[in-house]
């Protein structure tokens, strides 16, 4: 199985726009985002607009694709913005995100926060 692994895109757009190119073209099952998603520049307070805008349409090429897409939000991405990114997200088959629960597929994404400007996140199959 092919995975993708991109993290720190902070809502830069052009990197997202490679994303589903390079999926397709690799053959991947799966593209891993390892948070910081949002963008950091400007007023945080907006990343809002980030997610119900561009983001959702970025989601739905993956779900159309049948590319299962695990993602997890970063320090670098306001918490106040949970609720709004999990319902963004839960709409979608090949889409199963949100902070630290089971995902539809079988996946799991766990964070640790391992230094003050670092995060590990690691996604693992569900062998049970």
């Known amino acids: 199985m092919k995975i993708l692994f991109v993290t720190d895109l ?4 052009w990197k997202y726009d490679r994303l589903l190119e390079l999926a397709k073209r690799h053959g991947v099952a799966a593209l891993v985002n390892g948070g910081d998603m949002l963008p ?3 007023d945080l307070f907006e990343q809002d607009k980030f997610i119900t805008g561009y983001l959702k349409n970025h989601f739905e090429g993956f779900n159309d ?3 299962n897409y695990l993602c997890y939000l970063g320090n670098d991405d306001l918490k106040i913005f949970d609720p709004l990114f999990t319902h963004n997200t839960n709409i979608f088959t090949y ?3 949100n902070r630290d629960s ?3 597929i079988g996946w799991n ?3 640790h926060a391992c230094l003050a400007e670092s ?3 690691i996604a693992y199959k569900n062998t049970t």
């Open 109 to 111: 994404l766990k964070s």
């Open 65 to 67: 694709s049948g590319i």
């Open 95 to 97: 889409l199963p995100v």
């Open 119 to 121: 995060q590990t996140t």
């Open 40 to 42: 950091k520049e400007g």
């Open 102 to 104: 089971k995902r539809r």
């Open 10 to 13: 902070h809502g830069r757009r």
